[in-house]
């Protein structure tokens, strides 16, 4: 990337990253060869294969320096998935969640880019269920401008909206908590939080923008749901960058697929109920650029 050409961050939700092999402590067994989705290791393959020409289609001929991802099952599938993208140097940071199905947040980040200074799993509880952790990163970008990112894969709507979404505030409030420690000692920083937010986007963190919230207002969105788009997938940036950033969201034609239900076009996933669909994901990537100074 060429110096002052801006930080360009990559969101992406991949819908169910799971590798072949069973894990005792998390309820995977649906994504093994004997399980419900006859999951097997070329159908693996592939689903890493096509997540990585997603990120590849974005780079174009430059690296994307951070690459936040949503529903990746463990450090393999991580490691699977940078070796299918071993020209680009990216290493990443993964902690393993308490999640039940053990679907977890991750970071990937190019180490000829970024430097990363500290990183942390930000615990939530809610009334002992058990959930996924909000990833904390804080790195240096070109060796001069702190990042500090935040990867969130907040509770989902299942059960119903309205009744879950004392959940998904929860965990809006361990990020405002975050949030209000950084801008405390350092009124300019620069930070992003990134994710499946499970959510239309609102101004509901303070001292951020979210950057995804005109997009909704367009009609456009990162999820298709009963014939309805939603930006599920968000940034929120803080005031210090919000002027200097722009969101969009990416999606070319071959990751989508007719909707023959609700008409126009959907994302193409990898399963349509327990039918195997050779697509990408149920979700659409997202990608935010910074003009650094």
Request: aromatic content about 10%; proline content about 4%.
């Amino acid at each position: 990337m060429a110096e002052n050409s801006g930080l360009r961050i990559v969101s992406y939700n991949v819908e169910n990253l799971f590798d072949t092999k069973h894990d005792t402590l998390k309820n995977d067994s649906s994504f093994l060869p004997d399980g419900m989705y006859h999951w097997s290791y070329r159908r693996y393959q592939t689903k890493i294969d096509r997540i990585a020409k997603v990120i590849v289609d974005i780079a174009g001929w430059e690296t994307i320096p951070l690459v936040g991802l949503c529903e990746v099952e463990n450090p393999r599938c991580l490691r699977n998935l940078c070796y299918t993208l071993r020209r680009f140097n990216y290493s990443y940071v993964h902690y393993d969640s308490p999640d039940e199905r053990g679907v977890d947040v991750a970071l990937l980040y190019d180490s000829t880019q970024i430097a990363i200074i500290s990183a942390q799993a930000l615990a939530l509880s809610l009334n002992g269920d058990a959930t996924r952790d909000i990833l904390y990163v804080s790195a240096l970008y070109q060796q001069r401008d702190t990042i500090h990112a935040m990867v969130c894969h907040l509770p989902s709507q299942l059960g119903g909206s309205a009744e879950t979404e004392w959940k998904r505030q929860q965990a809006k409030d361990l990020i405002q908590t975050q949030i209000d420690s950084i801008l405390c000692q350092q009124p300019q920083a620069k930070i992003v939080v990134m994710g499946d937010m499970n959510t239309r986007p609102q101004d509901d963190l303070k001292g951020m923008v979210n950057m995804m919230e005109p997009i909704q207002q367009k009609g456009q969105g990162t999820h298709k749901y009963q014939g309805i788009w939603t930006c599920l997938d968000q940034f929120y940036v803080s005031p210090s960058i919000a002027s200097r950033s722009v969101a969009s969201i990416f999606s070319p034609q071959w990751l989508l697929e007719e909707d023959t239900k609700y008409l126009d076009y959907k994302p193409r996933r990898t399963y349509i109920g327990y039918r195997y669909n050779d697509g990408y994901s149920d979700h659409l990537p997202i990608v935010l650029t910074i003009a650094m100074e």
